[in-house]
């Protein structure tokens, strides 16, 4: 079992920065893929960014990949999400979550344990 706690979300204006981080405690947390999801009111939740166990393979939607940097620190069991040159259609709650495998993954149901989300709002 992991449980997963995100902070740092937070009010940014368009072009500026924020990182928001995700505290995971319990068993195992150097084992886990981690990633960071993220969902809009009335929309599906999106793919943003995940991470392999031992931090050396990522992946990044498109949209984002040249803006936002996934990392983790496994002696911290921390994973942060470092998001810069922002825009207001990144406004939303952005979620953490853990996986079982090894490798990096895209899909929600490879991802049993989820955060309670973090907002993340930005201003034109």
């Known amino acids: 079992q992991v449980q997963l706690v995100e902070s740092g979300g937070g009010l940014v204006h368009a072009g500026g920065s924020l990182s928001v981080s995700c505290a995971a405690s319990?068993?195992?947390?150097?084992?886990?893929?981690l990633a960071w999801f993220r969902q809009a009111p009335g929309k599906e939740r999106e793919f943003v960014a995940s991470i392999n166990w031992r931090g050396a393979s990522t992946d990044y939607a498109d949209s984002m990949k040249d803006r936002f940097t996934i990392s983790r620190d496994n002696a911290k069991n921390t994973v942060y999400l470092q998001m810069n040159n922002l825009k207001p259609e990144d406004t939303t709650v952005y979620y953490c979550a853990a996986s079982r495998l090894a490798v990096t993954t895209r899909r929600i149901d490879d991802y049993p344990y989820w955060g309670q989300g973090t907002q993340v709002t930005v201003s034109s």
């Open positions: 319990g068993r195992a947390f150097s084992m886990y893929t």
